[in-house]
């Protein structure tokens, strides 16, 4: 999508350049060529996309930032715009790295990172105290461990089945199953990531 | 502190706030970079959370963590399960769900069929497959049974067929005996006879014409005919009109018996209807001149119903000219 003539002027206007940037809309082409600049086979392409946007994700979160899903696809945009625009882009993981961090600080400097006495009042995740919801949360819990293959489920209840000898417990089970413990602890939060995940399935069907 | 997460990971130092500035540069360049530093980002991320919920961070770090929490969606959703896991394990869920995870995933069809988890706790399919299994012994056990009952009396037929076999053999022998007790005493007479006639022809008298009736006898035992020795061969004495065979049977089970008897040029003497006598034994009289010397067989047919021959008993002997 190409800019207007005033449109760009403000481009020179870095007050401005937030506002232009979010004008500029990443068609499927531009896209194409983001895409491409991961990787020329398509397939590995996306794996590697995804993969990153999911790094960044955790980046703006980290960095406390709202919403950062969409300072990641700002991110994205930007970079797209520079390929599309015909800017030679070596290695588009570093160079979104640093458009990422131009991004970041951007953003704070619109002060949308919270006070810490902000922090607590505006934590939104539902009330524990809510018998209904957490009833809901146990069932979904019960249903998402039992999809999983019984080993991995009693692997994942062993692991956490008792933090206080937790370390013993988890020597233990590296020792029985014959891999280290990093292996180990890799090999159980994978399983529970996916628990994670169809839980909060579950709880949005609910 | 909980055990769970390893605090001085950097990846942990990360996510509390405790690393420098460049420090953090330096971590996020690397997980950018690395996807396995980013694993084990998202694994510490979960340990320190589960450390915020167990509330095992110290103020500051848990302060700095709540800023975070406020801003993410994703970040509150990952406390929500932490918290509904926790609980889960505190109230001893996971194990007492475990039975209904059992009911609601979907075990292989084997599993099902064969889960037998306690002897005190026996599932109807257990208890199923136990059944069988007892069946299964009785059925072998019983068999066994038979078997060897089976076996012992096969073992008493088969002395049963031995003792038969010692009392033909004795019947045998008796037979013999008697037959030639009775040759001796026909031959004692006939001498008599002969000393009658020589003194009466001297005497003047004439010569009485009645000729002394005698015979020749043989018993012929059965087997005979694989074991052909001299006790089959049978001398027909000079004068001798009749030649008595006495043919001993193992076994006396038809009503009637048909004897085939053949001899020297394919001579063949056949006699029908027969009956065998308490001692199991057919006697048959033929005339001494059918009987010229040489090698005969005997068969021995019983006549079953329908008037069906089946062997019975062969046999073997010799007449020996004189």
């Given at each position: 999508m190409k800019l207007s003539p005033q449109e760009d002027h403000r481009r020179e206007d870095p007050a401005r350049t937030r506002v232009t940037h979010s004008q500029w809309e990443l068609t499927p082409e531009a896209f194409a060529k983001l895409l491409a600049a991961f990787s020329p086979n398509q397939e590995q392409a996306g794996q590697l996309y995804l993969s990153f946007h999911s790094k960044l994700v955790r980046f703006f979160e980290w960095k406390c930032c709202r919403d950062a899903e969409h300072l990641v696809d700002v991110t994205f945009n930007r970079v797209a715009r520079k390929l599309c625009e015909g800017q030679p882009i070596e290695n588009v993981c570093a160079f979104s790295r640093g458009v990422a961090e131009i991004v970041l600080k951007e953003t704070w400097k619109q002060q949308d990172r919270l006070a810490p006495e902000q922090a607590i009042e505006t934590i939104?995740?539902?009330?524990?105290?809510d018998d209904d919801i957490r009833e809901q949360r146990l069932k979904c819990l019960d249903e998402c461990l039992a999809k999983q293959a019984s080993e991995n489920r009693a692997l994942v209840l062993e692991y956490f089945s008792q933090e206080a000898k937790a370390k013993e417990i988890h020597d233990r089970m590296a020792t029985r199953l014959g891999i280290s413990l990093n292996a180990l602890r890799i090999r159980v939060h994978r399983i529970r990531e996916r628990v994670e995940e169809c839980l909060e399935l579950c709880m949005t069907a609910a | 502190m909980s055990t769970q997460f390893d605090e001085s990971a950097i990846a942990v130092r990360y996510l509390l706030g405790q690393l420098s500035e460049q420090e953090e540069k330096t971590f996020e360049d690397s997980f950018f970079a690395d996807d396995e530093v980013f694993e084990d980002l998202k694994i510490s991320e979960a340990e320190v959370i589960d450390a915020y919920v167990a509330n095992e961070l110290t103020d500051r770090q848990r302060k700095h963590l709540e800023q975070r929490l406020a801003a993410s969606l994703r970040l509150q959703q990952r406390v929500a399960f932490a918290r509904t896991f926790a609980q889960s394990r505190a109230a001893g869920k996971p194990v007492q769900h475990r039975q209904s995870h059992d009911e609601l995933t979907p075990e292989p069809w084997w599993r099902r069929v064969f889960a037998v988890p306690l002897v005190g706790n026996l599932t109807p399919v257990g208890a199923f497959a136990a059944l069988l299994i007892v069946i299964a012994l009785g059925a072998v056990v019983l068999q066994s049974i038979r078997l060897r009952s089976e076996s012992r009396r096969l073992e008493a037929e088969r002395a049963e067929l031995a003792r038969d076999r010692d009392e033909l053999a004795s019947l045998a022998a008796t037979e013999r005996d008697r037959a030639s007790s009775e040759l001796r005493a026909a031959q004692q007479r006939y001498e008599r006879a002969e000393e009658l006639v020589k003194s009466l022809q001297q005497d003047g008298r004439p010569t009485p014409r009645k000729q002394p009736s005698t015979f020749a006898s043989l018993m012929l035992l059965p087997g005979s005919a694989r074991s052909p020795g001299e006790s089959n061969d049978l001398v027909i004495p000079q004068g001798a009109t009749e030649v008595r065979l006495s043919l001993v049977l193992l076994?006396?089970?038809?009503?009637s018996y048909q004897v085939i008897i053949s001899g020297p040029a394919n001579k063949q003497i056949q006699r029908t209807g027969l009956k065998a006598s308490s001692r199991k034994t057919i006697t048959l009289s033929l005339p001494?001149?059918?009987?010229?010397?040489g090698q005969y067989t005997v068969k021995v047919n019983g006549v079953a119903a329908h008037a069906k021959l089946e062997l019975v008993n062969d046999y073997t002997f010799r007449i020996v000219p004189k």
């Amino acid at each position: 999508m190409k800019l207007s003539p005033q449109e760009d002027h403000r481009r020179e206007d870095p007050a401005r350049t937030r506002v232009t940037h979010s004008q500029w809309e990443l068609t499927p082409e531009a896209f194409a060529k983001l895409l491409a600049a991961f990787s020329p086979n398509q397939e590995q392409a996306g794996q590697l996309y995804l993969s990153f946007h999911s790094k960044l994700v955790r980046f703006f979160e980290w960095k406390c930032c709202r919403d950062a899903e969409h300072l990641v696809d700002v991110t994205f945009n930007r970079v797209a715009r520079k390929l599309c625009e015909g800017q030679p882009i070596e290695n588009v993981c570093a160079f979104s790295r640093g458009v990422a961090e131009i991004v970041l600080k951007e953003t704070w400097k619109q002060q949308d990172r919270l006070a810490p006495e902000q922090a607590i009042e505006t934590i939104a995740y539902e009330s524990v105290d809510d018998d209904d919801i957490r009833e809901q949360r146990l069932k979904c819990l019960d249903e998402c461990l039992a999809k999983q293959a019984s080993e991995n489920r009693a692997l994942v209840l062993e692991y956490f089945s008792q933090e206080a000898k937790a370390k013993e417990i988890h020597d233990r089970m590296a020792t029985r199953l014959g891999i280290s413990l990093n292996a180990l602890r890799i090999r159980v939060h994978r399983i529970r990531e996916r628990v994670e995940e169809c839980l909060e399935l579950c709880m949005t069907a609910a | 502190m909980s055990t769970q997460f390893d605090e001085s990971a950097i990846a942990v130092r990360y996510l509390l706030g405790q690393l420098s500035e460049q420090e953090e540069k330096t971590f996020e360049d690397s997980f950018f970079a690395d996807d396995e530093v980013f694993e084990d980002l998202k694994i510490s991320e979960a340990e320190v959370i589960d450390a915020y919920v167990a509330n095992e961070l110290t103020d500051r770090q848990r302060k700095h963590l709540e800023q975070r929490l406020a801003a993410s969606l994703r970040l509150q959703q990952r406390v929500a399960f932490a918290r509904t896991f926790a609980q889960s394990r505190a109230a001893g869920k996971p194990v007492q769900h475990r039975q209904s995870h059992d009911e609601l995933t979907p075990e292989p069809w084997w599993r099902r069929v064969f889960a037998v988890p306690l002897v005190g706790n026996l599932t109807p399919v257990g208890a199923f497959a136990a059944l069988l299994i007892v069946i299964a012994l009785g059925a072998v056990v019983l068999q066994s049974i038979r078997l060897r009952s089976e076996s012992r009396r096969l073992e008493a037929e088969r002395a049963e067929l031995a003792r038969d076999r010692d009392e033909l053999a004795s019947l045998a022998a008796t037979e013999r005996d008697r037959a030639s007790s009775e040759l001796r005493a026909a031959q004692q007479r006939y001498e008599r006879a002969e000393e009658l006639v020589k003194s009466l022809q001297q005497d003047g008298r004439p010569t009485p014409r009645k000729q002394p009736s005698t015979f020749a006898s043989l018993m012929l035992l059965p087997g005979s005919a694989r074991s052909p020795g001299e006790s089959n061969d049978l001398v027909i004495p000079q004068g001798a009109t009749e030649v008595r065979l006495s043919l001993v049977l193992l076994r006396a089970d038809y009503r009637s018996y048909q004897v085939i008897i053949s001899g020297p040029a394919n001579k063949q003497i056949q006699r029908t209807g027969l009956k065998a006598s308490s001692r199991k034994t057919i006697t048959l009289s033929l005339p001494a001149t059918s009987l010229p010397p040489g090698q005969y067989t005997v068969k021995v047919n019983g006549v079953a119903a329908h008037a069906k021959l089946e062997l019975v008993n062969d046999y073997t002997f010799r007449i020996v000219p004189k």
